[in-house]
């Protein structure tokens, strides 16, 4: 870069500055900092997509596209990130705002999915000092809507060649990162293009729109087989994205339409998937949030059993599905906090959970780039002594009260925090235990049916329970 780089990085620095952070809607995942430059021009509804994250030599990076190019920041400190790095796309005049990015070793991909552009590589290694274009090509792509990297393979999804060919999704070789290698590409009469696709040992579960998710075994890109298909769910619309939980057991993907839950599937059997659980956001409170005025469900990311969602309009949500039937809400952040309404397409665009540090990037289509402080959602579940519990003595709750029935080694202060299934607080109360067996019991009469998760901590030791209140 050096040079002409280092002289567009000073103006987009005089244009461009860390934003003060203000109070947002939040549970367990506050900002650490934002950055935003309102000088780059908007298309769509802002001018910000896709963000992606990278960790080398105890240092972290953030990097987000924007229409005009792609901005690359050192996060070792969360708090005062620094922009180090930005290089312009092929195509700046046609304002594309749809980018996505990959990591392979020490090398990013980047694509943009309009105009005329290409396939650009940027060389890691010489961060924090330098950031290295390495490859600027059309030669096997000169749009794409999303790429995903497994192994030593890049997968192109929804791919235009430079003679204006179409591959649903192109695989290549990048043994020689510099030098992709077509391996095969993907299609079937049942389906036009592929939207984006999550891949693991060579087993790729391709969200294919409005014909549903389709898996493969592509150990054989060249000959492609079909595992199975996924269509016909409840609430399905458009199947936008997917992710695994780390065990490969459960799988959790989108439909990018408004009103649509989130589905998470049981994978024990890949040839027969099974529906066991619909996660939805609903922080505007609309009164019917399965309807065409519901909230948005963008991208899927998966941390051992925790659940990230850029949820667009709600901003960053947070589930633990560890138990992938009763998912439970942990966490959010409304980092596009003017929203009124979920109309359009606004809001958190894209995540990247997979820091050591466990700080989250978020990138928000008008509101820019944001680090989260994950801290709270990552931190490990505290085991509760054998002799410790803490549980509602009935479920589903009936009546004005619900008992908690306990039992304590030692006669202990606690605080019990309830809140209903989008994070609000309802209750916080502190009351003492005494040694050995016994009941508390706390108002519910306010509140409405449906599922609910208190909250009991003591020091270091952090218990959550679910119930749920019964119409009756």
């Known amino acids: 870069m050096k040079a002409a780089g280092i002289l567009v990085l000073g103006m987009f620095l005089l244009l461009a500055d860390f934003c003060e952070v203000k109070a947002q809607q939040q549970l367990n995942m506050p900002v ?56 312009e796309t092929k195509d700046t005049v046609t304002l594309v705002v749809n980018k996505d990015y990959a990591t392979y070793d020490h090398y990013l991909y980047a694509v943009s999915d309009q105009g ?9 290694q010489y961060l924090p000092d330098s950031v ?22 890049l997968y192109m999804a929804s791919n235009t060649r430079p003679d204006n060919s179409f591959g649903a999704m192109d695989i290549f070789s990048i043994t020689d990162p510099l030098n992709p290698q077509l391996l095969g590409t993907l299609s079937h009469p049942g389906f036009f293009s592929v939207h984006e696709t999550f891949v693991r040992n060579d087993t790729a579960y391709c969200a294919n729109g409005n014909n549903g998710l389709w898996i493969y075994d592509l150990s054989n890109p060249a000959a492609p087989f079909l595992i199975s298909i996924i269509d016909f769910y409840p609430e399905s619309a458009y ?15 989108t439909d990018e339409a408004h009103g649509k839950g989130v589905k998470v599937f049981d994978m024990t059997d890949i040839h027969d998937p099974q529906l066991v659980s619909m996660i939805r956001s609903n922080m505007l409170q609309v009164p019917v949030p399965q309807s065409s005025d519901g909230s948005v469900a963008h991208n899927p990311y998966i941390v051992n059993d925790i659940l990230l969602l850029s949820y667009y309009h709600d901003g960053v949500v947070a589930y633990d599905i560890s138990d992938p039937a009763n998912p439970v809400l942990i966490g959010y952040n409304d980092i596009h906090d003017q929203n009124t309404t979920y109309y359009s397409y606004n809001g958190c665009w894209g995540l990247y959970p997979f820091l050591p540090s466990g700080n989250i990037i978020a990138s928000d289509i008008t509101n820019g780039l944001f680090i989260l402080d994950g801290s709270e959602i990552f931190k490990p579940k505290v085991t509760i002594p054998n002799n410790f519990y803490f549980v509602p003595a009935g479920n589903p709750v009936h009546g004005e009260f619900i008992t908690f029935l306990y039992s304590t080694p030692n006669s202990v202060s606690v605080e019990i925090t309830i809140y209903d299934v989008t994070g609000k607080l309802l209750t916080d109360a502190a009351v003492g235990l005494v040694q050995g067996k016994g009941e508390v ?19 270091e030791q952090t218990l959550s ?8």
């Not at 290295?132 to 497994?150: G, L, P």
């Not at 199947?239 to 993907?253: E, G, I, P, Q, R």
Request: proline share 3%; with cysteine; aromatic share 16%.
């Open 132 to 153: 290295v274009k390495v490859y600027d090509s059309d030669a096997i792509s000169k749009r794409c809507h999303t790429i995903f990297v497994e192994k030593d393979r």
């Open 239 to 253: 199947n936008h994205s997917a992710w695994l939980t780390s065990d490969s057991k459960t799988m959790v993907f």
């Open 32 to 87: 650490l900092s934002r950055w935003d430059d309102d000088a780059i021009p908007s298309a769509w509804t802002g001018a910000f997509s896709e963000c992606w994250g990278y960790a080398a030599a105890d240092r972290e990076y953030a990097f987000i596209g924007s229409t005009q190019g792609t901005y690359f920041f050192d996060i070792t400190d969360p708090v005062s990130p620094e922009l180090i790095g930005y290089f």
């Open 116 to 124: 005329t552009n290409s396939l650009q590589i940027f060389d890691l």
């Open 441 to 459: 019991q706390l108002p519910v009469s306010g509140f409405a049916a449906g599922l609910y998760i208190a909250v009991v901590q003591t020091g």
């Open 465 to 472: 329970t679910k119930f749920t209140i019964s119409e009756n």
